[in-house]
């Protein structure tokens, strides 16, 4: 069992930055990999952002087309953490983001793959 808790979150203004920040409490097997989704209300979860976290393996990194450039996901494999910048943020990147956790080689962007979740951390971008 891993259990996964996120951290940072807030409101800013659009423009504006934030860094959100996820510990998993050990290491993933080869396939692990660890991303960041969100969900607005009356909205479906979307992936955002996806890394591999086997240290010995160059980490593959994923992002979903509308935070590409924005955001940057990487990791420190020996804390057991990955973070997430978000940059440039905009009214519609509010949203309760979500870190989670899998190990398997299934797609990234499916959110049924992941069996660990953490609690969710809020994020609000006014205009």
């Known amino acids: 069992q891993v259990q996964v808790e996120e951290s940072g979150g807030g409101s800013v203004q659009a423009g504006g930055s934030l860094r959100l920040s996820c510990h998993y409490s050990?290491?993933?097997?080869?396939?692990?990999?660890v991303a960041w989704f969100r969900q607005a209300p009356g909205k479906e979860r979307e992936g955002v952002a996806f890394?591999?976290?086997?240290?010995?393996?160059?980490?593959?990194?994923e992002y979903s087309d509308s935070v590409k450039g924005r955001f940057t996901i990487w990791r420190d494999t020996a804390k057991n953490e990955v973070y997430l910048e978000m940059g440039n943020l905009k009214p519609e990147d509010t949203a309760m983001y979500f870190c989670?956790?899998?190990?398997?080689?299934?797609?990234?962007?499916?959110?049924?793959?992941?069996?660990?979740w953490g609690q969710g951390t809020q994020v609000t971008v006014a205009s």
């Open positions: 050990k290491p993933l097997n080869f396939q692990g990999g």
């Open positions: 989670a956790a899998k190990e398997n080689s299934y797609s990234w962007r499916g959110s049924r793959y992941y069996p660990y």
């Open positions: 890394i591999t976290t086997k240290k010995e393996i160059t980490a593959a990194i």
